[in-house]
């Protein structure tokens, strides 16, 4: 008998790290970073304003949506990327460092995917002479 009870509590041991173990591993799989900002902006004509995204050790898909009372243009690109990004958009064309994003809408809306341990600039400026008020909302 004595047998039989070690068979039956080594089972009953090995059922329980089995269900302990598919817990951790649930519980892990679930921990990337949620990232949600929303933010109020105000876009004067000729000023850049950005706002950066820290870097997590994972890939991560972004939406973005931004809107305003006038035309302006919203991209996402990698940190270091600046200056060819604010070139491209200085000649009025799709800046091919970045992401995601388009130029003069006043309604922007779009995915991008960051790469891992990249920092992400979501950058806006105003396309037009008039000061706009933007509402942007980032999510992961």
């Not at 008998?1 to 951790?24: C, E, F």
């Not at 109020?40 to 706002?51: A, C, G, Q, T, W």
């Not at 972004?62 to 000649?91: M, N, P, Q, W």
């Amino acid at each position: 008998m004595n047998r039989n009870l070690r068979s039956k509590l080594a089972r009953r041991y090995s059922y329980l790290s089995w269900m302990v173990l598919g817990l951790v591993a649930l519980v892990l799989a679930g921990c990337q970073p949620t990232l949600t900002i929303e933010r109020s902006i105000e876009l004067v004509p000729s000023e850049i304003r950005s706002v950066e995204l820290d870097p997590i050790s994972t890939d991560q898909e972004l939406k973005i949506e931004a809107t305003g009372g006038s035309e302006f243009h919203c991209h996402v690109y990698i940190s270091g990327d600046d200056d060819a990004v604010d070139k491209d958009i200085a000649l009025q064309k799709e800046p091919a460092g970045a992401l995601g994003g388009s130029l003069k809408k006043a309604e922007h809306s779009f995915t991008v995917k960051v790469p891992a341990n990249k920092q992400a600039i979501v950058r806006l400026e105003a396309a037009a002479a008039d000061t706009v008020s933007v509402k942007l909302s980032i999510e992961n």
